[in-house]
C-alpha cells in the first residue's frame, strides 16, 4: 500500500510538472506571437536602422527620424552624412527634384564636419558657398551645372586642401584656368580629376607633375562645342603632357570629343597619352587618321560614325601603332569586309570588346557578310557577331 501510495504520489508529482513545462511554454509561444504582432521598433539594432536609412530617398528619411526617438538619433549618426546629394532648382522653371532647404540647413548645421562625399547641383552659388565654408573634410566632390566660380574654390582648397582626392566639374562656366589652378596646386593628394577643356592648361599639367604631389589615377576631360565655328580652342604643349605621364605613368586620360569636323583642327597633331578616347559625333578620316599616329597608350576607343568614305586605311594604322588597343567601338564608320578583319587579326585576341552595325559592313571581292562572322570569330577567339539595327 505504501509504495502504491508513493508510486501514485510520484506520478502526480510528474504530471504536475508536466503541466507546469506545458504551461510555461505556452507563454513563451504567447510571448513570441505577441513579439511578432507588435514589434518593439524603437529597440531595432541601430546598425539595422542604419542601413536602412541608406537606402531611403532623403524626405523618406526625415520622416522615419520622427517614428522615435532611437530612430531619430540614427537619423543624425555621422555614418548616415558621409555621403550626400545636394540638389537646389528654381521651382517656376524646373521639374527635377529638389533637396529641401530646411534640411540642407539642418544637415550643414549639425553634420558639415561629417560631410566627405558630396554632389552637387545647384542654381545658388551661396549654399555651395556655405558648404564649402563649413565642411573640413571633403574628399570627393562633384559639381554639376553650378556657378561655383574662383573665390569659391579657393574657400574649397583653403578647408579642405588635406582631404580632397577627387573633384568632378561639369558646366561650370564661371571657373577660370586659374581657379582650378589653385585647387591643383593646394590640394596635393587630388587622384581624379573630371573637367572641361577649357580649364585645362600647361601650367595645370605642370601642377599636377610637381614632386609634391601623388600620382594622379584618373583624369577626364570633355572637348564640347555646343555652336560651330564660335568655339576657339587652345593647343597642350606636347612638353606638358610629357612632364605629366613621367609623373603619373599608370594614369587614365579619358577624352570625350562632341566637336564638329572644322574644329579639331588643335588636337592630335602630336602624340599625347590618352587612354580612353570616345567620339559624340561624326568624326573625319583624317581625324581618326591622325589618331593612330598620336595615341599610342590608347585602351579604348569609341566613334559613333565618321564621314561617306570607309576607314580602312585609318583602321589599319591604329591597329599598327596602338598596341594597348582591347575595344573598340565603330558603330555606324563605314568598313570594307576585308580591311575589318585584317584590322581584328592584327589586334589579336586582346579585343576583349568589338562592335560594329552590320549595316556599315561593305561586302568585297574577299569577304561577304555571311563569312565575315566566322573569319572575325576565329582570330578573336569567340564567338562573335556584328550589330543590327532595330527594326521597329
Not at 500500500?1 to 503541466?19: L, P, Q, V
Not at 537619423?75 to 548616415?80: G, R
Not at 602624340?271 to 567620339?279: A, S
Not at 581625324?287 to 599610342?296: A, D, F, Q, S
Request: net charge negative.
Amino acid at each position: 500500500m505504501k509504495r502504491g501510495r508513493k508510486t501514485n504520489e510520484a506520478n502526480s508529482s510528474s504530471s504536475e510538472d508536466t503541466t507546469e513545462k506545458e504551461c510555461k511554454r505556452h507563454k513563451v509561444v504567447e510571448k513570441k506571437t505577441a513579439v511578432v504582432q507588435s514589434p518593439d521598433w524603437a529597440n531595432l539594432l541601430q546598425d539595422i536602422i542604419l542601413q536602412v536609412f541608406q537606402y531611403l530617398p532623403l524626405l523618406d528619411r526625415a520622416h522615419a527620424s520622427q517614428v522615435c526617438r532611437s530612430w531619430n538619433q540614427v537619423f543624425h549618426m555621422p555614418d548616415l552624412w558621409r555621403c550626400f546629394e545636394f540638389e537646389l532648382n528654381q521651382p517656376a522653371t524646373s521639374n527635377l527634384r529638389t533637396t529641401h532647404p530646411e534640411l540642407i540647413k539642418q544637415i550643414i548645421k549639425r553634420h558639415s564636419n561629417h560631410l566627405q562625399y558630396v554632389s552637387f547641383k545647384s542654381h545658388f552659388i551661396s549654399a555651395l558657398t556655405v558648404v564649402f565654408v563649413n565642411s573640413k573634410s571633403l574628399s570627393s566632390l562633384k559639381i554639376d551645372d553650378t556657378p561655383v566660380d574662383d573665390p569659391s574654390l579657393k574657400v574649397l582648397v583653403a578647408n579642405n586642401s588635406d582631404t580632397l582626392k577627387l573633384l568632378k566639374m561639369s558646366s561650370c562656366p564661371h571657373v577660370s584656368p586659374a581657379g582650378i589652378l589653385c585647387v591643383a596646386d593646394q590640394c596635393h593628394g587630388l587622384r581624379e580629376l573630371a573637367l572641361n577643356y577649357h580649364l585645362l592648361s600647361d601650367e595645370l599639367l605642370l601642377a599636377l607633375s610637381s614632386e609634391k604631389h601623388v600620382r594622379l589615377e584618373h583624369l577626364r576631360i570633355d572637348v564640347v562645342s555646343e555652336n560651330p565655328g564660335q568655339t576657339q580652342f587652345h593647343t597642350i604643349q606636347k612638353s606638358s603632357w610629357d612632364a605629366f605621364i613621367k609623373h603619373s605613368p599608370k594614369v587614365n586620360l579619358v577624352m570625350y570629343f562632341f566637336l564638329y569636323e572644322e574644329e579639331f583642327d588643335p588636337f592630335f597633331r602630336y602624340e599625347i597619352p590618352v587612354t580612353h578616347l570616345y567620339f559624340g559625333r561624326s568624326v573625319s578620316k583624317d581625324v581618326l587618321g591622325r589618331v593612330g599616329l598620336t595615341c599610342p597608350r590608347l585602351v579604348e576607343l569609341v566613334v559613333c560614325a565618321n564621314g561617306l568614305r570607309p576607314l580602312d586605311e585609318e583602321l589599319i594604322c591604329i591597329a599598327e601603332r596602338c598596341k594597348y588597343l582591347s575595344a573598340v567601338g565603330l558603330g555606324e564608320c563605314e568598313v570594307s569586309c576585308s580591311a575589318f578583319v585584317e584590322f581584328v587579326k592584327m589586334c589579336g585576341g586582346r579585343l576583349s570588346q568589338l562592335s560594329i552595325m552590320e549595316e556599315v559592313l561593305i561586302p568585297d571581292q574577299k569577304y561577304s557578310l555571311e563569312q565575315i562572322h566566322w573569319e572575325v570569330s576565329k582570330h578573336l577567339g569567340r564567338v562573335w557577331f556584328p550589330d543590327m539595327m532595330p527594326t521597329w
